[in-house]
């Protein structure tokens, strides 16, 4: 099994900055994707960046230019530096990872989501 912890949510106020964090632990053999989503009430949940073992991004349309993913391969940890942040961006952020598992072959985890309020 394999965890994901995540740390760094809160309330913040339009215009303002938050770095999250998220630390992978178990009994894996490599991690190939990480990255974030998000789920606002009421919608479904969406993509917000991910970040390849090779250094590859993506991110959701929109959040480029406002959000940078990176990671911290020897420490098995990705974050997510959140900046300009609108009321829109309120949500439940998971963090979520991939890759080789030394018993099943492959794993897809989710964190358990830490809240990120943007007031206005």
């Known amino acids: 099994q394999v965890q994901l912890v995540e740390s760094g949510g809160g309330l913040v106020q339009s215009g303002g900055s938050l770095r999250l964090s998220c630390a992978a632990s178990g009994r894996f053999l490599s991690l190939n994707v990480m990255g974030w989503y998000r789920q606002a009430p009421g919608k479904e949940r969406e993509l917000v960046a991910t970040?390849?073992?090779?250094?590859?991004?993506g991110y959701g349309d929109s959040v480029k230019g406002r959000f940078t993913i990176s990671r911290d391969n020897a420490k098995n940890t990705v974050f997510l530096q959140m900046n300009s942040l609108k009321p829109e961006d309120t949500a439940v952020y998971y963090c979520?990872?991939?890759?080789?598992?030394?018993?099943?072959?492959?794993?897809?985890?989710w964190g358990q989501g830490t809240q990120v309020t943007v007031s206005s």
């Open positions: 970040m390849g073992s090779n250094g590859g991004t």
């Open positions: 979520n990872a991939n890759g080789r598992h030394y018993i099943t072959g492959y794993f897809n985890s």
